[in-house]
């Protein structure tokens, strides 16, 4: 399953940017996706995910209350609108398939096979 992140860029610290994920080829129905991010230097983390349904949304602590992960089923895309942006947002964000919920957010990054990531899209966040 390939999809493909966008709507990163520039903002200021206290900003937002809603990131869109979608699919070509195939429907986001019956999948649940989730969010990942690299920031320079660091390893690729966890840090929301979606049920297919949409009924469950889980995110690490760092996130919690800023961003909200959401799946538009008749638009086939999972947006991720991340308000009260900090430097420390600043990233490459990418979006796969993911067993949201069977693992913890944190745990996700282990289901994704290494070759599996392409080009995400960068945020990068300005203080």
């Known amino acids: 399953v390939q999809l493909q992140a966008s709507g990163g860029g520039l903002v200021q610290s206290g900003g937002s940017l809603r990131l869109s994920c979608a699919a070509s080829?195939?429907?986001?129905?019956?999948?649940?996706i989730g969010w990942f991010r690299q920031a320079p230097g660091k390893e690729r983390e966890g840090i929301s995910c979606?049920?297919?349904?949409?009924?469950?949304?889980y995110y690490i602590d760092s996130v919690k209350g800023r961003f909200t992960i959401s799946k538009d089923n008749a638009k086939n895309t999972v947006y991720l609108q991340m308000n009260s942006l900090k430097p420390k947002d600043t990233a490459v964000y990418y979006c796969?398939?993911?067993?949201?919920?069977?693992?913890?957010?944190?745990?996700?990054?282990?289901?994704?096979?290494?070759?599996?990531w392409g080009q995400g899209t960068l945020v990068t966040v300005s203080s």
């Open positions: 979606i049920t297919s349904s949409g009924g469950r949304t």
């Open positions: 080829g195939f429907s986001l129905f019956y999948y649940n």
């Open positions: 796969a398939e993911v067993p949201c919920g069977a693992v913890t957010v944190t745990n996700l990054i282990e289901t994704i096979p290494r070759h599996y």
